[in-house]
């Protein structure tokens, strides 16, 4: 069992940063590790994820303003947000997943707010 807590966000200015930080309680070294966000009235979408090899990949509407890392010896996975935009404002969650043949197994964060203001 894995537990993931997000930290890290909170009210920021348009053009301004933030890092979000989750910390597992599991070995995360051994998960694919993505972050994903809510916007108000929309669907969960993807932002950005980072493979147990270190493969990143992003949203294009981030791309170039996100970065998106991890700490296998502090079980941490980061993501520096810089130049946000007010459409950056949701509720970001951390994700820890494992392909088993057909079997995939999921953790999910309790999600951290993220508000930018124009």
């Known amino acids: 069992q894995v537990q993931l807590v997000e930290s890290g966000g909170g009210l920021v200015q348009a053009g301004g940063s933030l890092r979000l930080s989750c910390v597992g309680s599991?070995?995360?070294?051994?998960?694919?590790m993505g972050w994903y966000r809510q916007p108000p009235g929309k669907q969960r979408e993807l932002v950005a994820t980072i493979t147990r090899g270190g493969s990143t990949n992003y949203a294009d509407s981030v791309k170039g303003r996100f970065t998106i890392s991890r700490d296998t010896a502090k079980n941490t996975v980061y993501l520096q947000m810089n130049s946000l935009k007010p459409e950056d404002t949701a509720v970001y969650y951390c994700?820890?997943?494992?392909?088993?043949?057909?079997?995939?197994?999921?953790?999910w964060g309790q999600g951290t707010q993220v508000t930018v203001s124009s």
């Open positions: 599991g070995i995360l070294l051994l998960y694919n």
């Open positions: 994700r820890a997943g494992q392909v088993s043949g057909s079997s995939v197994t999921e953790y």
